[in-house]
């Protein structure tokens, strides 16, 4: 039940900081978007991130002709609409949770140069506030020492199960919004 609650929040997690991303500053290239166009990538990448067989050709296909109406969009654009519509929830995750684990396993707050680059990468697009960056650094302490983290009113004591469970979600779909920001699609 606690993996399970814990795959949930990972989830909700996607969403909440989707929808996040959808407010950012006006350096966001979200900003070519309109708002119906921004609603159905929101809706796509909620998809993509949650089910298994997904992108599909048709999916993938409509992702691309939304942001192709609005013109040409460099590597960096994408990149940039990539990192600022699932960088926290999916790619920052996935660094939080192997320093977690990390630091699980040698019994002391650890991070990796990977998060830490990324963590400035995401201050910069502001989708990340230093607010997160100081709780997550303080979670990840609560683990290596064994203690509990509280969500939602209850405690939870994270173990290397339930973050093996939440690495191997944030993997897959990780790999699932890769393959939906790819040009050219691929089986």
């Given at each position: 039940?606690v993996?399970?609650?814990?795959?949930?929040?990972?989830?909700?997690?996607?969403?909440?900081?989707?929808?996040?991303?959808?407010?950012?500053?006006?350096?966001?290239?979200?900003?070519?978007?309109?708002?119906?166009?921004?609603?159905?990538?929101?809706?796509?990448?909620?998809?993509?991130?949650?089910?298994?067989?997904?992108?599909?050709?048709?999916?993938?296909?409509?992702?691309?002709?939304?942001?192709?109406?609005?013109?040409?969009?460099?590597?960096?654009?994408?990149e940039?609409?990539?990192?600022s519509?699932?960088?926290?929830?999916?790619?920052?995750?996935?660094?939080?949770?192997?320093?977690?684990?990390?630091?699980?396993?040698?019994?002391?707050?650890?991070?990796?140069?990977?998060?830490?680059?990324?963590?400035?990468?995401?201050?910069?697009?502001?989708?990340?506030?230093?607010?997160?960056?100081?709780?997550?650094?303080?979670?990840?302490?609560?683990?290596?020492?064994?203690?509990?983290?509280?969500?939602?009113?209850?405690e939870?004591?994270?173990?290397?199960?339930?973050?093996?469970?939440?690495?191997?979600?944030?993997?897959?779909?990780s790999?699932?919004?890769?393959?939906?920001?790819?040009?050219?699609?691929?089986?």
């Amino acid at each position: 039940m606690v993996l399970m609650r814990l795959a949930l929040a990972v989830v909700l997690s996607i969403f909440m900081y989707t929808n996040l991303a959808l407010a950012a500053p006006p350096t966001n290239p979200l900003d070519r978007l309109g708002p119906g166009e921004r609603e159905r990538i929101t809706q796509i990448l909620n998809q993509v991130s949650k089910k298994s067989n997904m992108p599909n050709r048709e999916v993938h296909s409509e992702f691309w002709a939304i942001l192709g109406k609005r013109g040409n969009w460099s590597d960096k654009e994408i990149e940039t609409l990539k990192d600022s519509l699932v960088g926290v929830s999916l790619i920052y995750m996935k660094y939080y949770w192997e320093d977690a684990l990390s630091a699980l396993e040698k019994r002391a707050p650890e991070k990796s140069s990977k998060r830490a680059r990324y963590e400035e990468r995401l201050l910069e697009l502001r989708v990340l506030s230093p607010e997160i960056i100081k709780q997550n650094e303080e979670n990840i302490a609560k683990i290596a020492y064994g203690q509990p983290l509280t969500t939602e009113g209850r405690e939870y004591i994270i173990t290397r199960q339930g973050i093996d469970l939440v690495l191997t979600s944030l993997t897959s779909a990780s790999e699932r919004v890769e393959k939906l920001f790819s040009r050219e699609y691929k089986e």
